[in-house]
């Protein structure tokens, strides 16, 4: 009896009572993997996520456009600073920018980043 419990109790626990595998789900499952080379840009683009100031800037980008000063002033950090922070965002794609003079105009460039961060955002509330 003890024995029976500890199946059921590991059973309720996610785990599996038996040993054994389905070939064919095990194929579709392989199927929908991702390549490596997907893998590792979803990994660099949650890296880049990661970041709480990089975050901030996407919030403060989404439905305007901003010079890097305006965006400096928002983050309240220097202008150097808030530059080599959108490099980082630029070189994955996601924010694209204007030159007007000598000023720098940043948007994102696309909707889709946001979409996914609200979603992040609201994950878990029900």
Same mark, same amino acid.
Request: proline share 2%; hydrophobic share 40%.
């Given at each position: 009896?003890?024995?029976?419990?500890?199946?059921?109790?590991? !059973? !309720?626990?996610?785990?599996?009572?038996?040993?054994? $595998?389905?070939?064919?789900?095990?194929?579709?499952?392989?199927? !929908?993997?991702?390549?490596?080379?997907?893998?590792?840009? @979803?990994?660099?683009? $949650?890296?880049? @996520?990661?970041?709480? /100031?990089?975050?901030?800037?996407? $919030?403060?980008?989404?439905?305007?456009?901003?010079?890097?000063?305006?965006?400096?002033?928002?983050?309240?950090?220097? /202008?150097?600073? /808030?530059?080599?922070?959108?490099?980082?965002?630029?070189?994955?794609? @996601?924010?694209?920018?204007?030159?007007?003079?000598?000023?720098?105009?940043?948007? @994102?460039?696309?909707?889709?980043?946001?979409?996914?961060?609200?979603?992040?955002?609201?994950?878990?509330?029900?």
């Amino acid at each position: 009896m003890a024995q029976q419990l500890i199946r059921v109790r590991r !059973a !309720a626990e996610g785990e599996c009572e038996v040993n054994a $595998f389905d070939p064919q789900r095990v194929r579709g499952a392989l199927a !929908a993997l991702p390549t490596e080379g997907e893998l590792e840009r @979803l990994q660099r683009l $949650f890296k880049l @996520l990661g970041s709480p /100031t990089r975050l901030r800037l996407l $919030f403060a980008l989404d439905g305007r456009e901003l010079c890097v000063c305006d965006l400096a002033q928002v983050l309240g950090m220097s /202008t150097s600073a /808030t530059s080599q922070e959108l490099g980082r965002l630029r070189n994955e794609g @996601l924010v694209a920018y204007r030159a007007e003079g000598k000023m720098a105009y940043y948007r @994102l460039a696309s909707g889709k980043i946001m979409a996914l961060i609200r979603a992040a955002k609201n994950h878990g509330r029900g």
